[in-house]
């Protein structure tokens, strides 16, 4: 955990700054010639949900560590990774409602893709609500550990959606089959992409510091209150 | 192809707010339990 303490302001002048390039970026890349310059807001939209996703295979991976060695880093890198990812979850959605009004003419519609997406956050908030909701600090980890473990099967809804069934919202912007991206937009996706992980590293390393120095704190209160 | 600045500027905003919201209320707890936690170990120490 001193490495976390060390790295952590680093990284938050590091995602500032990246942040600026890429909003720099966007500013500088042309609107496109169907969305015109809604196009913008589909480089937090994508960069969010990468994000909202990626810190759930942390959760999935610190819960599995967990059960299998019983670690207080792993519960509290797990703890530590639903709030931030339900933080990227919220902007996913709220920016890819944003971009919808204009483009689909609807701020919402209940599609396979935005559905299993609302599952994701819906499944984040369930996790907070289930460790404030249990007294005893390993009860609520474990049962934690193993909701996020059964909530992971929302994962391949999510990314498999938008091939499974057919939906309004488009298929995948990057990979085999997708469309393709032209050069200017391409880049400002990578930068906004690599701002994004950074931030969310910081983030992560923010939460777990916090954390952890809640537990201490509480380890303490409840000391004090036993010793009188 | 129409002019959606407004909503770009909403989506960016929404964005900021959650997500410089949530460093900055982590930042402030993280600081206080800290404060918090100074406090109680120099209450212990004086106690002694």
Redesign the interface.
Known sequence: MKILEKICSPL?WLSLGLLGYG?WHVLNTP?D??????V??LF??VS?AKMALFFYLVLVAASIRYLWKKGDTADTIAEASV??GA??S??TL??GS??G??MWGTWWAWDARLTSMLMLLIIYVGLIALRGALEDRQRGAKAAAIFALIGAVDLPLIHFSVVWWRTLHQPASLGNGAPKLVGPMLTTLAVMGVAFTV?GT??LV??T??VR??R??HD??EE?FHNG | MGDYSSFVIGAYAVAITVLGGAVFLWKIRLARAKKMLAKMENFGESSQ
């Open positions: 938050g909003i609107a010639f169907q969305q015109g310059n809604s913008a807001i937090v939209h969010a709030h931030v933080a990227f919220v902007v709220a920016t944003i971009w009004k204009p931030l910081y983030m923010l939460k510091l916090e120095e809640q201490r704190l303490k209160e004090h």
